[in-house]
Nanobody, 122 residues
């Protein structure tokens, strides 16, 4: 079982920066893919960024060049550095983890945190 706890959300002006953190519990953290998702009011949840167990990263087009995902396997932490924030980035941000795998890196997320609110004012 994996538990995920996000932190670092808050209110920031457009153009500002925030760094989200996700603390994970459970075994085999380094063998899990990790991701950040977000859900804005009235919209469906969308993927923001992911990092697999080989540290390969993917980003949504809307955040490329502004957000950076990273992980610290020793500390079991996931991060999302968000720069040049825009009002449309306002959402609840969720941390997600896959099941662990001994060989390949899973691309399906099975565990979710409770979320942290990010609000960007114009």
């Amino acid at each position: 079982q994996v538990q995920l706890v996000e932190s670092g959300g808050g209110l920031v002006q457009a153009g500002g920066s925030l760094r989200l953190s996700c603390a994970a519990s459970g075994n085999f953290y380094g063998r899990r893919s990790m991701g950040w998702f977000r859900q804005a009011p009235g919209k469906e949840r969308e993927g923001v960024a992911s990092i697999d167990c080989g540290s390969s990263t993917t980003y949504a087009d809307s955040v490329k060049g502004r957000f950076t995902i990273s992980r610290d396997n020793a500390k079991k932490y996931l991060y999302l550095q968000m720069n040049s924030l825009k009002p449309e980035d306002t959402a609840i941000y969720y941390c997600a983890a896959s099941k662990w795998a001994s060989v390949s890196c899973p691309n399906e997320f099975n565990y979710w945190g409770q979320g942290t609110q990010v609000t960007v004012s114009s």
